[in-house]
Protein backbone atom coordinates (compact mmCIF):
# COMPACT_ATOMS: atom_id res chain seq x y z
CA UNK A 1 0.00 0.00 0.00
CA UNK A 2 1.40 3.28 -1.25
CA UNK A 3 0.74 6.61 0.73
CA UNK A 4 -1.83 9.10 -0.75
CA UNK A 5 1.60 11.65 -1.17
CA UNK A 6 2.86 8.46 -3.19
CA UNK A 7 0.33 7.60 -5.47
CA UNK A 8 -0.40 10.88 -6.55
CA UNK A 9 3.62 11.21 -7.70
CA UNK A 10 3.05 7.95 -9.46
CA UNK A 11 -0.27 8.84 -11.28
CA UNK A 12 1.45 12.14 -12.57
CA UNK A 13 4.03 10.11 -13.68
CA UNK A 14 2.68 7.83 -15.63
CA UNK A 15 -0.15 10.81 -17.27
CA UNK A 16 2.33 13.42 -17.77
CA UNK A 17 0.12 17.14 -18.74
CA UNK A 18 -2.41 15.82 -16.02
CA UNK A 19 -3.18 18.65 -13.48
CA UNK A 20 -4.12 17.27 -9.66
CA UNK A 21 -5.54 19.41 -7.10
CA UNK A 22 -5.26 18.87 -3.60
CA UNK A 23 -7.35 20.52 -0.79
CA UNK A 24 -7.90 19.42 2.77
CA UNK A 25 -10.97 20.30 4.43
CA UNK A 26 -13.72 19.22 6.93
CA UNK A 27 -15.89 16.77 6.58
CA UNK A 28 -18.83 18.99 5.98
CA UNK A 29 -17.11 21.59 3.44
CA UNK A 30 -15.54 17.95 1.70
CA UNK A 31 -19.06 16.96 1.76
CA UNK A 32 -20.65 20.59 0.08
CA UNK A 33 -17.56 20.57 -2.55
CA UNK A 34 -18.98 17.38 -3.40
CA UNK A 35 -22.51 17.77 -3.93
CA UNK A 36 -22.18 21.39 -5.77
CA UNK A 37 -19.61 19.45 -8.22
CA UNK A 38 -16.37 21.58 -6.97
CA UNK A 39 -14.52 18.48 -7.16
CA UNK A 40 -14.72 15.20 -8.58
CA UNK A 41 -13.58 12.88 -5.25
CA UNK A 42 -12.58 13.25 -1.79
CA UNK A 43 -10.37 10.74 0.45
CA UNK A 44 -11.83 10.93 3.61
CA UNK A 45 -10.47 9.21 7.21
CA UNK A 46 -14.39 10.61 8.41
CA UNK A 47 -18.34 9.55 7.06
CA UNK A 48 -18.96 11.82 4.91
CA UNK A 49 -22.81 12.82 4.66
CA UNK A 50 -24.83 13.90 1.36
CA UNK A 51 -27.73 13.13 -0.83
CA UNK A 52 -26.10 11.29 -4.00
CA UNK A 53 -23.21 10.60 -2.26
CA UNK A 54 -21.05 7.00 -2.99
CA UNK A 55 -18.26 5.36 -1.28
CA UNK A 56 -15.50 2.47 -1.12
CA UNK A 57 -13.70 1.85 1.83
CA UNK A 58 -10.42 1.98 0.61
CA UNK A 59 -8.24 1.28 3.79
CA UNK A 60 -8.89 -0.01 7.48
CA UNK A 61 -5.49 0.66 9.81
CA UNK A 62 -4.51 -0.04 12.78
CA UNK A 63 -4.16 2.83 15.21
CA UNK A 64 -1.93 2.90 17.96
CA UNK A 65 -0.81 5.26 20.66
CA UNK A 66 2.38 7.54 20.49
CA UNK A 67 3.42 8.70 24.41
CA UNK A 68 6.32 10.67 25.85
CA UNK A 69 9.50 8.27 26.46
CA UNK A 70 9.75 8.49 29.92
CA UNK A 71 6.01 8.10 30.11
CA UNK A 72 4.47 5.30 32.67
CA UNK A 73 3.21 4.04 29.36
CA UNK A 74 6.10 4.29 27.00
CA UNK A 75 7.72 0.56 27.58
CA UNK A 76 4.65 -1.35 27.50
CA UNK A 77 3.60 -3.10 24.36
CA UNK A 78 -0.37 -2.68 24.78
CA UNK A 79 -2.52 -0.79 26.81
CA UNK A 80 -6.32 -0.27 27.44
CA UNK A 81 -8.33 2.58 27.54
CA UNK A 82 -8.61 1.90 31.44
CA UNK A 83 -4.93 2.71 31.17
CA UNK A 84 -5.63 6.59 30.08
CA UNK A 85 -8.00 7.48 32.79
CA UNK A 86 -7.16 11.04 33.22
CA UNK A 87 -4.59 11.10 30.46
CA UNK A 88 -4.06 14.34 28.88
CA UNK A 89 -5.08 14.20 25.34
CA UNK A 90 -2.86 15.76 21.98
CA UNK A 91 -5.31 15.81 19.25
CA UNK A 92 -7.02 17.36 16.48
CA UNK A 93 -10.20 20.40 16.81
CA UNK A 94 -13.28 18.51 16.53
CA UNK A 95 -14.69 17.18 13.32
CA UNK A 96 -11.08 15.66 12.32
CA UNK A 97 -10.80 11.83 12.59
CA UNK A 98 -8.71 11.51 15.25
CA UNK A 99 -10.64 13.57 17.87
CA UNK A 100 -13.58 11.94 16.77
CA UNK A 101 -12.44 8.40 17.73
CA UNK A 102 -10.50 9.89 21.06
CA UNK A 103 -14.06 10.92 21.99
CA UNK A 104 -15.89 7.98 21.15
CA UNK A 105 -12.98 5.76 22.64
CA UNK A 106 -13.23 7.46 25.80
CA UNK A 107 -17.26 7.30 26.03
CA UNK A 108 -17.52 4.35 25.54
CA UNK A 109 -15.29 3.17 27.86
CA UNK A 110 -17.06 5.54 29.80
CA UNK A 111 -13.92 7.84 30.12
CA UNK A 112 -13.74 11.81 30.52
CA UNK A 113 -11.33 12.69 27.43
CA UNK A 114 -8.87 15.29 28.42
CA UNK A 115 -7.85 17.83 25.66
CA UNK A 116 -4.07 19.21 26.43
CA UNK A 117 -3.65 20.83 23.16
CA UNK A 118 -5.68 20.97 20.21
CA UNK A 119 -3.64 20.63 16.83
CA UNK A 120 -4.31 20.74 12.57
CA UNK A 121 -1.55 18.27 11.26
CA UNK A 122 -0.34 14.92 12.57
CA UNK A 123 3.11 15.62 12.58
CA UNK A 124 2.39 18.64 15.08
CA UNK A 125 0.68 16.37 16.95
CA UNK A 126 3.46 14.12 17.32
CA UNK A 127 5.77 16.55 17.76
CA UNK A 128 3.81 17.78 21.17
CA UNK A 129 3.46 14.48 22.13
CA UNK A 130 7.30 14.18 21.93
CA UNK A 131 7.52 17.58 24.13
CA UNK A 132 5.57 15.83 26.92
CA UNK A 133 2.57 17.54 26.10
CA UNK A 134 0.15 14.13 26.45
CA UNK A 135 -0.50 11.32 24.44
CA UNK A 136 -1.79 10.87 21.26
CA UNK A 137 -3.49 9.07 18.76
CA UNK A 138 -2.09 8.20 15.02
CA UNK A 139 -1.80 5.29 12.08
CA UNK A 140 0.12 2.80 13.76
CA UNK A 141 1.87 3.04 9.95
CA UNK A 142 2.79 7.01 10.39
CA UNK A 143 3.84 6.03 14.00
CA UNK A 144 6.24 3.68 13.18
CA UNK A 145 7.85 5.85 10.17
CA UNK A 146 11.24 6.95 9.95
CA UNK A 147 9.27 10.40 9.47
CA UNK A 148 7.80 10.19 13.12
CA UNK A 149 10.74 8.30 14.49
CA UNK A 150 12.85 11.70 14.56
CA UNK A 151 10.38 12.49 16.95
CA UNK A 152 11.22 11.58 21.26
CA UNK A 153 8.34 9.18 21.62
CA UNK A 154 7.13 5.52 21.79
CA UNK A 155 4.09 4.36 19.93
CA UNK A 156 2.09 1.90 21.88
CA UNK A 157 -0.43 -0.51 21.05
CA UNK A 158 -4.11 0.07 21.78
CA UNK A 159 -5.77 -2.20 22.45
CA UNK A 160 -9.44 -0.92 22.00
CA UNK A 161 -12.63 -2.23 19.92
CA UNK A 162 -12.79 0.24 16.98
CA UNK A 163 -9.24 1.75 17.18
CA UNK A 164 -8.89 2.11 13.50
CA UNK A 165 -8.80 4.42 10.66
CA UNK A 166 -11.01 3.79 7.67
CA UNK A 167 -9.89 5.78 4.52
CA UNK A 168 -12.58 6.13 1.97
CA UNK A 169 -13.06 7.20 -1.62
CA UNK A 170 -16.45 9.60 -2.03
CA UNK A 171 -18.00 10.62 -5.10
CA UNK A 172 -21.36 11.98 -6.57
CA UNK A 173 -23.48 9.41 -8.18
CA UNK A 174 -24.58 9.82 -11.75
CA UNK A 175 -22.02 13.10 -12.20
CA UNK A 176 -19.84 13.36 -15.55
CA UNK A 177 -16.36 12.11 -14.74
CA UNK A 178 -13.45 13.40 -17.02
CA UNK A 179 -11.23 10.31 -18.42
CA UNK A 180 -8.33 11.90 -16.75
CA UNK A 181 -10.60 11.70 -13.05
CA UNK A 182 -11.49 7.95 -13.96
CA UNK A 183 -8.30 7.00 -14.05
CA UNK A 184 -7.41 8.61 -10.85
CA UNK A 185 -9.96 7.12 -9.26
CA UNK A 186 -9.29 4.03 -10.58
CA UNK A 187 -4.71 4.53 -9.37
CA UNK A 188 -6.02 5.58 -6.08
CA UNK A 189 -7.95 2.41 -5.47
CA UNK A 190 -5.24 0.20 -6.70
CA UNK A 191 -2.56 2.26 -4.97
CA UNK A 192 -4.40 2.79 -1.63
CA UNK A 193 -6.41 -0.63 -1.27
CA UNK A 194 -3.97 -3.56 0.46
CA UNK A 195 -3.32 -6.37 -1.59
Known amino acids: ?14 HPGVAVRLFQ ?28 LGHEVLVREE ?3 GVPLGHRLAGRSEVTMADLAGEPVVTTRPGIWQRTLAERLFAEAGLELVVACEID ?12 LGVGFGPAWYLRSPMASRTPFAPVRLAAPGAERVLRL ?9 EAA ?14
Do not use: N
Request: charged letters at 20%.
Open 1 to 14: MLTVTEAVKSFIAE
Open 182 to 195: RRFRHHLTASLTPP
Open 25 to 52: ATPQVMADRLSEGQVDFCLASEELEGPG
Open 121 to 132: EASTGIEMVGAG
Open 63 to 65: VML
Open 170 to 178: YWREGAYVS
